[in-house]
């Protein structure tokens, strides 16, 4: 397994304001995911961000609204971009160590929307 | 923290009970299938993973089946614990990064 660390754990913030979450893993990872997930929701796939290219984004996800970066194998943000009430959820990263098998999860940013 | 999965079916198992969980996968063509605990307040934890060129798999305390004929995926649990209390989510792929993650059980475990 991979130990990752996500920041903030939790969040507060205003509608109309950005937030930027940081995803570190213990190890140098090929892949690096996004996904959200609303109150009494399963996830979703927001994006995959790729070391050195431009971040894949799922149906319904725009890099406008979810800018993401991965200047290393190890570290990836994802901005949740003017905010509205709708963007309460969970924001997890996964990161894949075998090549497009096992996916292994941070432990989240709790953001609330006002 | 707070509650993942408010409105998900629930199921409820005494104290040193098996557990059974459950879940219907989508496409035909998957072929490496993961189960997740969801603790509140934290990420998915991997539990145990099988590919479908095997109907069964087992771990510590857990077994995976695999029935590709129905699309049917089951996770046992055996002499269910207190902290065995989640979320439980199954996810496919097939031979892919996307995973396609169920809808979630939550397990409730009665002292």
């Known amino acids: 397994s991979a130990v990752i660390s996500q920041k903030p754990s939790r969040d507060i913030c205003q509608r109309g304001t950005s937030l930027t979450i940081q995803c570190q893993v213990d190890?140098?990872?090929?892949?690096m995911f996004w996904y959200r997930q609303q109150p009494g929701q399963s996830l979703t796939l927001i994006a995959t961000?790729?070391?050195?290219?431009?971040?894949?984004?799922e149906s319904g996800f725009v890099i406008d609204k979810f800018p993401i970066s991965r200047p290393n194998l190890t570290f990836s943000t994802l901005t949740v971009s003017n905010m509205s009430p709708e963007d309460s959820s969970i924001y997890l990263c996964?990161?894949?160590?075998?090549?497009?098998?096992?996916?292994?999860f941070g432990p989240g940013t709790r953001l609330l929307v006002l | 923290g707070e509650s993942v999965g408010l409105h998900l079916p629930t199921l409820s198992v005494q104290e040193g009970d098996n557990s059974i969980i459950n879940c219907a996968y989508s496409?035909?063509?998957?072929?490496?299938f993961i189960w997740y605990k969801q603790e509140s307040g934290k990420g998915p934890q991997f539990i145990i993973d099988?590919?479908?060129?095997?109907d069964k798999r087992q771990g510590q305390r857990v077994t995976v089946l695999l029935n590709k004929t129905v699309k049917h995926l089951s996770l046992q649990i055996a002499a269910t614990q207190p902290g065995d209390s989640a979320v439980y989510f199954c996810?496919?792929?097939?031979?892919?990064?996307?995973?396609?993650f169920g809808t979630g059980t939550r397990l409730k475990v009665l002292a």
């Open positions: 961000a790729n070391q050195g290219s431009e971040a894949t984004y």
């Open positions: 996964s990161v894949d160590r075998t090549g497009g098998e096992t996916q292994y």
């Open positions: 099988i590919r479908s060129n095997m």
């Open positions: 496409n035909s063509a998957s072929d490496y």
């Open positions: 190890s140098q990872v090929t892949m």
């Open positions: 996810a496919e792929t097939a031979g892919t990064y996307k995973y396609i």
